[in-house]
């Protein structure tokens, strides 16, 4: 079992920023991407940015965070990054993080985190 733990949401002004942290525990023989999505009320959960964990850290962003939102990861510590600049009031939702994660005794299979509420209002 996996176990994935968020941190670093809360309430920030427009054009303020905020750094949220995954950290993946548990049965791991590798993780070979980790990502970031988000659910605003009455919205479906959408991508905000992920992340290859092997040789390369290829990078992929939605649309609307690009230039703003930066992902990065520390292997060692089975994390990964959201760094969140100039947010915008249509940045606020539950932040979510998985990762798609081989095991020592299930099949690769992808781990949701519990969430963390990041809230831009002035």
């Known amino acids: 079992q996996v176990q994935l733990v968020e941190s670093g949401g809360g309430l920030v002004q427009p054009g303020g920023s905020l750094r949220l942290s995954c950290a993946a525990s548990?049965?791991?023989?590798?993780?070979?991407?980790m990502g970031w999505y988000r659910q605003a009320p009455g919205k479906q959960r959408e991508l905000v940015a992920a992340m290859r964990m092997t040789a390369g850290g290829y990078t992929n962003y939605t649309d609307s965070v690009k230039g703003r939102f930066t992902i990065s990861r520390d292997n060692a510590k089975n994390t990964v990054y959201l760094q969140m600049n100039s947010l915008k009031p249509e940045d606020s939702g539950v932040y979510y993080c998985?990762?798609?994660?081989?095991?020592?005794?299930?099949?690769?299979?992808?781990?949701w985190g519990q969430g963390t509420q990041v809230t831009v209002s002035s």
């Open positions: 998985n990762a798609d994660v081989l095991s020592r005794f299930t099949q690769r299979k992808v781990y």
């Open positions: 548990g049965d791991i023989v590798i993780i070979a991407e």
